[in-house]
């Protein structure tokens, strides 16, 4: 007689994407997914902050299946959402093959990866290939020893990409190459500029130990240790909501054209003064004259801008959003509106 037993389907592989503020994280996601063309992906998005600006920079013409979970960090605050979209997007497992999560920059990899380890509904149903961190060479030896999320993402990676090699001569590369090793010595540490990397690296990595993991926190598995009463983790990621308290974001939405010339006074001015606090700055600009979107990205003083998609027949706005110490909603939503056309 033949058997009837149901079918099994094969777990779906996530890539956990995570790393400081502005280290590269969409960069590489945008990469992956322009490069990987014959791979379907479904993109878990989380943003720090009151508007989500990163799925305006994902390339979707590659149709990928995006789902933003915004306004929370899924290590802590919003990590019900994380499993309830884990739950919808396995219900369209057979659309796309490959998951990617990127978290916000101020996110604890442990906690996502356990939600993926340990979460009875979710086990069966998806297979963590790898955690991966992206490291900004220009700015992570300012944050290492000051800031633990940093060395946490560290030393949680199996994968370091150590990513704006182009902004650090080669003296300083070594140096944090032999930083990171010190900090996670089976870590796969891979080089790049703008996360041009190879990706079969990172996808079919297969790399996530959990060996690793229980000896560096031995209740990783323990469901006591999973959430607390809040929400939050306990154990090696107890001290995530402090850091989160302390920064902040400032989110502002205007509708209509601003004017160039204003846009980058204030935002030399902002950067000059309050380069040190501000951790992120990012937006999605209407500038007066321009068809383009005008895309900024910044972390502490430095500053880039670039032309993205036409507006077309959207209507036009600017957003900007700014994640740090100590912000001045009111003088931030002032200077920002004065930009203006
Ligand atoms: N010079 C230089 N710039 C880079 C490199 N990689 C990324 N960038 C730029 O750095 C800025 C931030 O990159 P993102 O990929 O948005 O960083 P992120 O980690 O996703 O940022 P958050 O989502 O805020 O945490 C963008 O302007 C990128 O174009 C690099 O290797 N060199």
């Known amino acids: 007689m033949v058997s009837k037993k149901p079918i099994k389907k094969k777990p779906i592989p996530v890539t956990i994407l995570t790393g400081g503020l502005g280290a590269g994280k969409t960069t590489l996601l945008n990469h992956i997914i322009t490069s990987r063309s014959e791979t379907r992906f479904a993109i878990i998005e989380n943003e720090f902050g009151e508007i989500g600006i ?68 979710l086990t069966e149903k998806f297979k963590l290939n790898a955690v991966v961190t992206l490291v900004d060479a220009e700015y992570v030896m300012k944050h290492i020893d000051t800031e633990e999320i ?21 003296i300083s590369s070594q140096a944090i190459r032999s930083r990171l090793t010190e900090m996670n010595a089976q870590a796969n540490i891979v080089l790049s500029e703008h996360a041009r990397i190879d990706t079969e690296a990172v996808l079919s990595a297969d790399g996530f130990s959990l060996d690793r993991v229980l000896e560096l926190d ?112 009111p003088m931030l939503e002032k200077g920002f509106k004065n930009c203006l056309a």
């Open 54 to 121: 990163d799925q305006d920079l994902i390339d979707e013409t590659q149709g990928p299946t995006v789902v933003e979970l915004s306004d929370g960090c899924i290590c802590c605050t919003i990590r019900n959402d994380l499993v309830k979209a884990l739950s919808e997007i396995y219900e369209h497992r057979d659309e796309f093959d490959s998951l990617i999560i990127e978290t916000t920059g101020l996110a604890e990899p442990g906690p996502v990866a356990q939600v993926l380890i340990a979460e009875p509904e």
């Open 150 to 170: 940093v060395s946490n993402q560290i030393g949680f990676a199996d994968i370091i990409v150590l990513n704006k090699l182009d902004r650090v001569d080669e």
């Open 218 to 329: 031995p209740d990783f598995l323990a469901p006591e240790q999973r959430q607390n009463s809040t929400g939050s983790f306990m154990g090696l990621f107890d001290r995530v909501p402090s850091y989160h308290d302390e920064i902040s974001s400032v989110g502002i939405v205007i509708p209509g054209d601003l004017d160039d010339q204003k846009v980058e006074m204030w935002l030399t001015f902002l950067t000059m003064f309050q380069g040190e606090d501000i951790l992120r700055l990012k937006g999605v600009l209407s500038i007066s004259g321009k068809e383009e979107r005008f895309v900024i990205q910044g972390v502490h003083t430095t500053l880039t801008g670039s032309d993205a998609m036409p507006w077309g027949d959207a209507a036009r706005e600017s957003r900007i959003l700014i994640i740090g110490r100590l912000l001045d909603r």
